[in-house]
């Protein structure tokens, strides 16, 4: 069986995880702490980030080398299109939603949970103390702007990344516009790509990532409410819908995920 070493929140795990849905195929997540669980990873793959695909004695990093290596060995339902142009456009589009939308939706949630409390306790596991979630939605905006210097995401960092999401949201609204899917009538690795790397702009609606209920549809201020991406969202929830295994039923890749064990 296929197996994924995943965090749950990474949204190039959840591209991982879209893709192996809409192909129908069976894999098991397991969730890689931060810090020791990445050690072990290193020492299996040579590689501390996720998502890893195991498939039998192969390790396969990066989610867009994931998509292709799918694709060859399991060509049920392909995710990249033969003709020249669309092929193309599919590429251009995973590139974008790779560097863009991945990359700068970090700093968007980031900007989201330093300016809103009860966002930020929400975001804790529903197994995290009562006493812990309360200290988590105490600590002070400042601090967390000074944590965010620290990793790089100072204020003017955010308000670009936010005005470049924005961007990307107009331009994919407006392709959206008179089309089922990004590149027309079927769905492609664009579309996996693109509303996979969007979840930490807005959750779905709909148990699909192992988090408390309340999050389900919520996301980031000005971008997940606005009625201008409305389309967009709608188009992304629908996608899902259509493609995406909810966390329900005995299936491998419905489970929780297992912790990485170190031997």
Same mark, same amino acid.
């Given at each position: 069986?296929?197996?994924?070493?995943?965090?749950?929140?990474?949204?190039?795990?959840?591209?991982? #995880?879209?893709?192996?849905?809409? +192909?129908?195929?069976?894999?098991?997540?397991?969730?890689?702490?931060?810090?020791?669980?990445?050690?072990?990873?290193?020492?299996?793959?040579?590689? +501390?980030?996720?998502?890893?695909?195991?498939?039998?004695?192969?390790?396969?990093?990066?989610?867009?080398?994931?998509?292709?290596?799918?694709?060859?060995?399991?060509?049920?339902?392909?995710?990249?299109?033969?003709?020249?142009?669309?092929? /193309?456009?599919?590429?251009?589009?995973?590139?974008?939603?790779?560097?863009?939308?991945?990359?700068?939706?970090?700093?968007?949630?980031?900007?989201?949970?330093?300016?809103?409390?009860?966002?930020?306790?929400?975001?804790?596991?529903?197994?995290?103390?009562?006493?812990? +979630?309360?200290?988590?939605?105490?600590?002070?905006?400042?601090?967390?702007?000074?944590?965010?210097?620290?990793? @790089?995401?100072?204020?003017?960092?955010?308000?670009?990344?936010?005005?470049?999401?924005?961007?990307?949201?107009?331009?994919?609204?407006?392709?959206?516009?008179?089309?089922?899917?990004?590149?027309?009538?079927?769905?492609?690795?664009?579309?996996?790509?693109?509303? @996979?790397?969007?979840?930490?702009? +807005?959750?779905?609606? @709909?148990?699909?990532?192992?988090?408390?209920?309340?999050?389900?549809?919520? /996301?980031?201020?000005?971008?997940?409410?606005?009625?201008?991406?409305?389309?967009?969202?709608?188009?992304?929830?629908?996608?899902?819908?259509?493609?995406?295994?909810?966390?329900? /039923?005995?299936?491998?890749?419905?489970? #929780?995920?297992?912790?990485?064990?170190?031997?």
């Amino acid at each position: 069986m296929l197996e994924l070493y995943q965090w749950e929140l990474s949204q190039y795990s959840e591209k991982v #995880r879209l893709i192996l849905d809409y +192909k129908g195929l069976d894999y098991r997540k397991i969730e890689v702490t931060p810090g020791i669980g990445q050690v072990e990873l290193f020492r299996l793959t040579g590689q +501390k980030q996720v998502p890893v695909l195991k498939d039998g004695s192969r390790y396969i990093v990066d989610s867009t080398e994931i998509a292709k290596y799918l694709d060859l060995e399991y060509p049920e339902r392909p995710l990249i299109p033969t003709d020249p142009k669309k092929r /193309g456009a599919c590429l251009l589009i995973e590139e974008l939603a790779d560097e863009s939308i991945g990359v700068k939706g970090r700093k968007a949630l980031f900007a989201a949970i330093s300016q809103d409390q009860n966002f930020r306790k929400s975001l804790l596991p529903t197994s995290t103390p009562d006493i812990l +979630k309360n200290l988590v939605e105490g600590v002070p905006r400042d601090i967390l702007t000074v944590l965010g210097f620290g990793v @790089g995401y100072s204020p003017d960092v955010i308000k670009s990344a936010i005005a470049d999401l924005k961007q990307d949201l107009e331009a994919l609204t407006l392709l959206l516009a008179d089309s089922p899917y990004l590149l027309g009538d079927e769905p492609s690795l664009a579309d996996l790509a693109v509303a @996979g790397l969007s979840i930490l702009l +807005k959750f779905p609606d @709909g148990p699909y990532l192992n988090l408390p209920a309340g999050l389900q549809g919520k /996301g980031v201020p000005g971008l997940a409410d606005n009625p201008d991406y409305a389309l967009f969202f709608e188009w992304r929830d629908r996608l899902y819908a259509q493609f995406r295994k909810p966390l329900i /039923g005995n299936s491998p890749s419905a489970s #929780r995920p297992t912790s990485i064990q170190i031997e």
